[in-house]
């Protein structure tokens, strides 16, 4: 019996509770255990509480906290929303995956690449985000968000923009199994590829659900839903996108042997049925992985991740760097992540809009008085 003891003794040692209950209730309900040695309870004053941010360890002052958050937003501002998988985002419609991507898209049709006229180079964004009733631009989003990122986020964003390119999109074509699905998405994030593809083949989105595979890359990505290859390859063309269907046959070029450094699109198709024959009439070049082995093919994530790596290393070799984009691209970009880095960014930007439109009637109303002012002081000496 008194081993027994010893060893419930000492397991309650080991548990530290946390707990969102008043310091005074907690004092309270510590005191009522003091006739018991063997348990302690450790306390967390609400002065002083750390939180999780993707890795880094952070404490955060409530006191300061509150004097930097809007009164409608909570001190869980900070924390990184995860909760929409790539099942869910697949099932929407494609409205509300442009819903997800936070500054205007260029004007055009729902995935926002179509009845302009071509680009010289293909960037998505306009330097515009609604906020409330009003406006901002890419630096304005930034000085509103600054205050409340990490500068250890901060920099993890800025590394990633400056690798960023939409020089190279992969397109997944009619794949059945949602785990391939998210491991082409993490792939593509990690080389810096910012732009994704999904057609859907027969209507079908049922995917199953592997979101841990991703690591939840699909939240950084540009996510464009089609409904058929043609329509997503017409508008691929029509902005400088030549399209490079994986297959193993006679006129299959080695990815060794494909120039990556212009504007290509890198389509996967079907894990068991592979690319459709439509796709395969309507791309520009068939590319193949060599094999070395008895199998002669790739899983589909594997393949998908194979080019999309040489087609980066090609690319650095000949131009010096993937990441291709123009310093007011970089901007805008860092600008769309700080508003997806969590759902009570749009919240502050709302709030920065609200303060600026306050300022701006302010000033109106100071040179409207001072207009008056003036008009009054030469009718009177006249």
Same mark, same amino acid.
């Given at each position: 019996?008194?081993?027994?003891k010893?060893?419930?003794?000492?397991?309650?040692?080991?548990?530290?509770?946390?707990?969102?209950?008043?310091?005074?209730?907690?004092?309270?309900?510590s005191?009522?255990?003091?006739?018991?040695?063997?348990?302690r309870?450790?306390?967390?004053?609400?002065s002083?509480?750390?939180r =999780?941010?993707?890795?880094?360890?952070?404490?955060?002052?409530?006191?300061h #906290? +509150?004097?930097? +958050?809007?009164?409608?937003?909570?001190?869980?501002?900070?924390?990184?929303?995860?909760?929409?998988?790539?099942?869910?985002?697949?099932?929407?419609?494609?409205?509300?995956?442009?819903?997800?991507?936070?500054?205007?898209?260029?004007?055009?049709?729902?995935?926002?690449?179509?009845?302009? =006229?071509?680009?010289?180079?293909?960037?998505?964004?306009?330097?515009?985000?609604?906020a409330?009733?009003?406006?901002?631009?890419?630096?304005? +989003?930034?000085?509103?968000?600054?205050?409340?990122?990490?500068?250890?986020?901060?920099?993890? @964003?800025?590394?990633?923009?400056?690798?960023?390119?939409?020089?190279?999109?992969?397109?997944?074509?009619?794949?059945?199994?949602?785990?391939?699905?998210?491991?082409?998405?993490?792939?593509?994030?990690?080389?810096?590829?910012?732009?994704? =593809?999904?057609?859907?083949r027969?209507?079908?989105?049922?995917?199953?659900?592997?979101?841990h +595979?991703?690591?939840?890359?699909?939240?950084?990505?540009?996510?464009?839903?089609?409904?058929?290859?043609?329509?997503?390859?017409?508008?691929?063309?029509?902005?400088?996108?030549?399209?490079a269907?994986?297959?193993?046959?006679?006129?299959?070029?080695?990815?060794?042997?494909?120039?990556?450094?212009?504007?290509?699109?890198?389509?996967?198709?079907?894990?068991?049925?592979?690319?459709?024959?439509?796709? !395969?009439?309507?791309?520009?070049? =068939?590319?193949?992985?060599?094999?070395?082995?008895?199998?002669?093919?790739?899983n589909?994530?594997?393949?998908?991740? #194979?080019?999309?790596?040489?087609?980066?290393?090609?690319?650095?070799?000949?131009?010096?760097?993937?990441?291709?984009?123009? !310093?007011?691209?970089?901007?805008i970009?860092?600008?769309? @992540?700080?508003?997806?880095?969590?759902?009570?960014?749009?919240?502050?930007?709302?709030?920065?809009?609200?303060?600026?439109?306050?300022?701006?009637?302010?000033?109106?109303? /100071?040179?409207?008085?001072?207009i008056?002012? /003036?008009?009054?002081?030469?009718?009177?000496?006249?």
């Amino acid at each position: 019996m008194s081993a027994c003891k010893t060893l419930i003794r000492t397991s309650l040692l080991c548990f530290e509770f946390r707990t969102r209950i008043p310091y005074s209730s907690i004092l309270h309900f510590s005191s009522s255990l003091a006739l018991h040695p063997g348990l302690r309870l450790k306390t967390h004053k609400l002065s002083s509480i750390s939180r =999780h941010y993707n890795g880094v360890e952070g404490a955060i002052s409530m006191e300061h #906290l +509150v004097g930097m +958050v809007p009164q409608n937003v909570t001190p869980e501002v900070l924390q990184d929303s995860r909760k929409d998988a790539i099942e869910v985002l697949l099932a929407k419609d494609k409205d509300d995956i442009a819903r997800l991507m936070k500054f205007e898209r260029r004007p055009g049709n729902d995935s926002g690449f179509k009845n302009y =006229h071509k680009p010289s180079r293909w960037f998505p964004y306009l330097d515009d985000v609604k906020a409330g009733d009003m406006c901002l631009n890419s630096a304005e +989003v930034l000085e509103a968000l600054d205050p409340y990122i990490m500068e250890s986020r901060k920099d993890r @964003f800025l590394n990633v923009v400056n690798n960023r390119s939409y020089s190279v999109c992969l397109v997944v074509e009619g794949l059945s199994d949602f785990g391939n699905v998210s491991a082409a998405f993490r792939s593509a994030d990690a080389l810096g590829i910012q732009s994704v =593809h999904v057609v859907s083949r027969d209507g079908s989105k049922r995917y199953k659900d592997n979101r841990h +595979v991703s690591m939840g890359a699909e939240k950084w990505l540009d996510i464009e839903l089609w409904n058929s290859t043609k329509e997503c390859f017409e508008i691929l063309k029509s902005h400088g996108y030549r399209i490079a269907t994986t297959h193993l046959g006679m006129d299959a070029v080695s990815l060794y042997d494909v120039d990556w450094s212009c504007p290509t699109a890198i389509v996967v198709g079907n894990e068991h049925r592979g690319i459709s024959n439509e796709a !395969l009439e309507l791309s520009d070049l =068939h590319c193949s992985i060599p094999m070395r082995g008895m199998v002669d093919s790739f899983n589909v994530s594997v393949a998908a991740g #194979l080019l999309m790596h040489h087609a980066v290393y090609d690319r650095t070799s000949r131009m010096g760097c993937h990441g291709d984009l123009k !310093l007011e691209e970089r901007q805008i970009l860092l600008a769309e @992540f700080y508003l997806r880095h969590n759902t009570n960014s749009i919240s502050i930007a709302n709030e920065y809009a609200k303060r600026k439109a306050a300022r701006s009637g302010n000033f109106t109303g /100071v040179v409207a008085a001072s207009i008056l002012h /003036v008009v009054g002081v030469v009718a009177a000496s006249m």
